[in-house]
Nanobody, 127 residues
Framework: QVKLVESGGGSVQSGGSLRLSCVTS????????MAWFRQGPGKEREGVAC????????YYADFVRGRFTISRDNAKNTVYLQLNSLKTEDTAMYYC????????????????????WGQGTQVTVSS
């Protein structure tokens, strides 16, 4: 059974940083593109960043570009999201997700393109 377990969330002040981790198991991690999504209170789930399976190319939503960094460690089956210069509007539950099919790029980073999800880790940013 595919497993994705996020950690690293917490409460920080505006301008602070966090590093999220997503440890995965039970599938060939290196063959899948991986992404981070978030869902704020009363909002739809939205794509934040993605890292491809083959070249580790990265893609970011406009609202986080320059502040967040996605990376992966195939030896540890783990994907990371470094969050810097956090803003109050970054407050959300952050989810790690696996692309539905292997050997596939990031796509448009929409929830329907990702078939496996973690349980989420909460990020709360206060002013």
């Amino acid at each position: 059974q595919v497993k994705l377990v996020e950690s690293g969330g917490g409460s920080v002040q505006s301008g602070g940083s966090l590093r999220l981790s997503c440890v995965t198991s039970e599938f060939p991690f290196a063959t899948y593109s991986m992404a981070w999504f978030r869902q704020g209170p009363g909002k739809e789930r939205e794509g934040v960043a993605c890292i491809s399976w083959s070249t580790a190319s990265t893609y970011y939503a406009d609202f986080v570009r320059g502040r967040f960094t996605i990376s992966r460690d195939n030896a540890k089956n783990t994907v990371y999201l470094q969050l810097n210069s956090l803003k109050t509007e970054d407050t959300a539950m952050y989810y790690c997700a696996r692309r539905t099919s292997p050997h596939t790029g990031c796509g448009s980073i929409r929830p329907r393109e990702y078939g496996s999800w973690g349980q989420g880790t909460q990020v709360t940013v206060s002013s």
